[in-house]
T-cell receptor, first 112, second 119 residues
């Protein structure tokens, strides 16, 4: 089925470990973005991309890294996990932003 | 930077009633898009309705409609004939068109309203 695929769905990390959250879309969308959702905070933008090779920071970028080598993939890297990064992470894509974003099913990350 | 405010953390109504969720936003842009997303307990984010700021006509999708007041920067969601399956978190979101930082190329979300439909 067409859409946004995120892996893994759940992950537990130890403080200081690194990992990559995967995001792939098969709709040929130019815009992709990563959000984190914390209780009572809504969703906050971490990083976004408007096309292959183009990325930029959102509202809460510290501790995260992204790259976009293809239109389809937009991985999010945690460089050195901290308990403050415990959250639910969503990847989303859009044709050009105006039609709304399609979201993946999310990754629940716990850092202990 | 844009901000989106949802002033109702939680609302509860009886099945079949009509409910209105409020959303206000702050921006200096004149062209932008507004969205309502639904997040049921499954965690999936589902687009409910979208509004283009340059269109005066309020958007409607079946039982869902909006009251868009551009001058007041208000974007409320009305759910008619509410159903048990409407129970969810509802998020209002803003998408500007200006390039640059502050989330202009992603969505800015409110903190959400937890809507509970009682049988």
């Amino acid at each position: 089925n067409a859409g946004v695929t995120q892996t893994p769905k759940f992950q537990v990390l130890k403080t200081g470990q690194s990992m990559t959250l995967q995001c792939a879309q098969d709709m040929n969308h130019e815009y992709m973005s990563w959000y984190r959702q914390d209780p009572g905070m809504g969703l906050r933008l971490i990083h976004y991309s408007v096309g292959a090779g183009i990325t930029d920071q959102g509202e809460v970028p510290n501790g995260y890294n992204v790259s976009r080598s293809t239109t389809e993939d937009f991985p999010l890297r945690l460089l050195s996990a901290a308990p403050s990064q415990t959250s639910v992470y969503f990847c989303a894509s859009s044709y050009r932003g105006s039609s709304g974003y399609t979201f993946g099913s999310g990754t629940r990350l716990t850092v202990v | 930077a844009q901000t989106v405010t949802q002033s109702q953390p939680e609302m509860s109504v009886q099945e079949a009633e009509t409910v209105t969720l409020s959303c206000t936003y702050d921006t200096s842009e004149s062209n932008y898009y507004l969205f309502w997303y639904k997040q049921p307990p499954s965690r999936q984010m589902i687009l409910v309705i979208r509004q283009e700021a340059y269109k005066q006509q309020n958007a409607t999708e079946n039982r869902f409609s909006v009251n868009f007041q551009k001058a007041a920067k208000s974007f409320s969601l009305k759910i008619s004939d509410s159903q048990l399956g409407d129970t969810a978190m509802y998020f209002c979101a803003f998408k500007g068109l200006a390039r640059g930082g502050g989330g202009a190329d992603g969505l800015t979300f409110g903190k959400g309203t937890h809507l509970i439909i009682q049988p």
